[in-house]
C-alpha cells in the first residue's frame, strides 16, 4: 500500500514546535467525544485508564452544578487543555464545549489549532453541531481527520456515510480504515495505510500489499460478512480519490477512520493518522505579514479567557496559542493592542505526564496566563514588536436578548460592565439603532447566565433578559455605501450597532434573512467579522 506512505514527520534536523500537533475534537453531543479523548489520553499513557476525564459526568450537570465547578478553580480550566505525548511528537487537544456549555469560545477555540478530528455517529451521520464547527474550520481551512464511531452498534452503510460527508460538507474523502461488518456482526478493520486486516481486539490477522489480494483470499471472503464489507470497500476504492497529503492538508480532503472510541477500535490508526499528516504549527496570518513559527521572538494570542466565578477581582486565565519563538516562565511580553508590558511570572503550561515540570514552552503550545482583566479575546502579545494576528473573528450571535435593569439608577454602571464582559468576550453587545436599549448577543444559553451572574457579582448590577423575537443576526457591507445608507433607512428597527459602531442586521428567523438578501443584492451579509 505504498500510495499511501504517511509523510515524514521528522526531518534531519527538527525544532520543537515541529513536533507539535495541536488540534481539536469537533462533534455533535453524545457522538463520542469525551470517551475518544479518553482513549487517546489512554494510548499515549498520560491517564492510566479510560474514565478519567472531566465531563462525562459533567456534561449533563445543571447549572448550579457548573457554577460550583467553575468555583472549584482549576477543573475546567485545565480540562481546557490537554497535552500528551506519542511516537516522539507532543500533541495538544483543545476542548470545544460543546452541550450547554457551548459558547463562542468554543468556535474561537478552532482558530487556535491547526488540525482538527471530526468525530461521527455511525448511525445518525452528520448533526447540527457538527456542521456548524466544521464551517468554523472551513474559514481557515484546517485540515480535518474524520472518526466514524460507534462501529460496534447498527448504523449506516459505510458508503452512505462516505456520501453523506463529501456532499454535506463538499469535501473529499478517503477512507483509510475500513469496518468489516457492523454491530453483532463487527468482524474486524482494514487498515488501508498500514496494509493490515485486524481482530476487533486490534490484532493483525493478515498482511497486504494491495486490496485486490482480499478480494481474493477464500478464506477470508467465506465469511459472507466479511466478503461483502470488502466488495463495498472495492467500490469505494473505485469511486473515491486516493489520499493525497497536500489536499488534505488544504482542507479539502478528508480521511476517515471506522472504529469504536468505546471498544478502543482504530483509535491508535487514528493516533498515527494524526500524527503522520496532521501539519506542525502552521504560519499565524497577521498584519503586516504573516508569523512564521520558526521565527526566535515570541508571539501568540488570546484566544479565550476563563473567569474565575468566585472571585470578585476579575481574576481570570487568558488561553494564549504561541505562534513563535521560546516562551519561558518570567518573560516579559507587550499586549500590542494596550501597548502595555505584562510581566509573566506565574504562567499555567499544559503537559502531559511525563512532562510535569516543563517551563518552555513553543509555536503550537498554549499556555495559561492568569491576569486582572488586562488580556482579551483576540491580543496578540509579542517581544516588544508591534505586528498584529488577525482571523481571530466574533461570530454572529446565535441567541439575542434586550438587557433589563432591575434598579434603573444603575444604567452607568450596566454600560461599563458590558462594555468590559464584551471586551474580554463572554457575550456580544449592540446598541438597537432605534431605541436605546441594549441587546446581548451569544451562542450558547450558558453564556447568557454566565453574564447575567458576572455582571450581579462583580459590578453589582442585577439583570435579567428579555426576549426580542430575533433570532438571528448578519453583519452587512456593500460596495457602494450608498446602498448600504439606503439599506439602513429602510430597516432601522432590524438594525443595530456592534461596540465598534458596525451595523448588523437582526432577522426574525432564516426566512427573513434569506428575504432580505434577496430583496437587497447590492448588500453583503456576513456571519463572522474580524475582532477589532
Ligand atoms: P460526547 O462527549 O460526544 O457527548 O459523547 P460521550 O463520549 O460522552 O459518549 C456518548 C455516549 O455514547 C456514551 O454513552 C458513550 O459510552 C457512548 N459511546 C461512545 N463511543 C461509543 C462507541 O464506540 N460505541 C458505543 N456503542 N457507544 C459509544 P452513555 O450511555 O450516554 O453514557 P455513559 O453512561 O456510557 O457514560
Redesign the pocket.
Known sequence: MTELAPATTKSAKTLPYQSRRTFA?I????????????RLLAASGAIQEAGQVR???N?RATRSDWMEIEQKRGISITSSVMTFEHSGLTFNLLDTP??SDFSEDTYRTLTAVDAAVM?I?LAKGIESQTLKLFEVCRLRDIPIVTFV?????EGQEPLDILDEIASTLALDVTPIVWPLGQGVDFRGTVDLVAGEVLSPSGEVMREFEDVDELLLDEKLNADPVIRNSLETLDLARAGLPEFDLETFRAGHLTPVVF?????G?SVPELLAALGDWAPEPRPQPAEPTPILPSEPKVSGFVFKVQANMDANHRDRVAFVRLCSGTFRRGMKLRNVRTGKDLAIANPMFFFGATRETADEAVAGDIVGIPNHGSLSVGDTLTEGASFKVTGIPNFAPEILRRVRLTDPIKAKQLGKALSDLAEEGVAQVFRRMVGADWLVGVVGPLQLEVLAARIAKEYNVPITFEDVGFEMARWVEAEDKDELKRFITANKLELAEDKAGDPIFLAQNSWWLARAERDWPGIRFFATKERN
Open positions: 475534537i462533534s455533535h453531543p453524545d457522538a463520542g467525544k469525551t470517551t475518544l479523548t479518553e465531563g462525562r459526568s456534561k460543546g452541550h468525530v455517529d464511531n460507534k462501529v460496534d452498534r472504529g469504536s472510541a468505546l471498544k477500535i
